[in-house]
């Protein structure tokens, strides 16, 4: 239910900023086009109709794979594979670079725990290099060793949230390092898969919080490192519309975050639905 009041309102938040952009119109005419010929483009974009018309005609059109670029007239449905498919690919090597650079992180707490201080400053110092920053550092090494952009891409894209992953890591391995669960265990003949859920029960609320935010940061980020390293995906579409006002395509990228949004969502209540202690078998006491 959550997950599709998220998706109806990211939708309806996405149209109403729509609704207070420039004249779409006047972007795609010129500064030098008379009225008569503004009127004439807005009504074939229907900007001359009511915010809720505009709205139904953006869906209805959606549904039936006739929404199309105004500069273009090339059907968005058509398109929007292709830009999926760069997107998933960049995602594809931020998770994968995510894991890596978590499993380096804490590998170094723990190889280095002397230098635990030196060590959270130089993670300090890095989360707090913009993603642009980075992404253009990562670029000129990117260019020089002749990696592939999608890979460097992923790897901007993954910096401060395997900082942020490998600290709350650390932090929840040394809460259970000085918890009982082991003796809980053996004295209450309490099942592994139980044990588990307990575990995770504990630890869901602070995991869906890291996760969402996470999720949230490669989302939104994907747009900037596409921008940065040329790679034509669906975030590097949204910002080039925004620039040029290409109504239909911001409304079609914006239903896409929204979906996106909602899959986070449900992921997270999954996560917490299997935590949930009504569907945690009774202890049995020796």
């Known amino acids: 239910m959550w997950q599709l ?34 009127q004439q483009l807005r009504a074939e974009l229907a900007l001359d109709r009511s915010p809720p018309a505009r709205f139904s005609i953006y869906w209805r059109r959606l549904w039936s794979g006739d929404l199309r670029s105004i500069y273009t007239q090339e059907p968005l449905l058509d398109v929007f594979p292709e830009k999926l498919a760069h997107t998933a690919k960049v995602l594809a090597a931020g998770v994968g670079a995510l894991v890596v650079l978590s499993a380096a992180w804490v590998l170094a707490y723990r190889a280095f725990p002397g230098l635990r201080h030196f060590i959270s400053i130089a993670v300090g110092a890095t989360a ?31 910096l401060f949230p395997s900082i942020l992953l490998a600290t709350n890591i650390e932090q929840r391995c040394a ?66 519309s925004l620039l040029r006002v290409d109504l239909p395509v911001i409304f079609l990228t914006g239903v896409a975050a929204s979906v996106s949004a909602s899959l986070v969502l449900f992921a997270a209540n999954l996560v917490a639905l299997w935590a949930d202690p009504r569907h945690e078998p009774r202890l049995v006491a020796s």
């Open 175 to 240: 809460a259970v390092a000085h918890a009982n669960y082991r003796t809980l265990e053996h004295h209450y003949r309490i099942s592994r898969l139980a044990s588990l859920r307990r575990l995770v029960r504990e630890f869901a609320p602070t995991a869906i919080l890291i996760g969402n935010a996470i999720a949230f940061y490669l989302v939104a980020g994907v747009a900037i490192v596409e921008l940065v390293f040329g790679i034509p995906g669906l975030g590097r579409w949204m910002l080039d």
């Open 5 to 38: 009041a998220c998706l109806l309102l990211g939708v309806t938040l996405c149209f109403v900023a729509i609704v207070g952009l420039p004249d779409a119109a006047y972007q795609r005419a010129g500064p030098y086009a008379n009225e008569a010929a503004l």
């Open 128 to 158: 707090s290099v913009p993603v642009f920053l980075s992404a253009t550092l990562l670029m000129y090494v990117a260019t020089l060793t002749g990696t592939p952009n999608w890979i460097a891409a992923g790897l901007a894209l993954a």
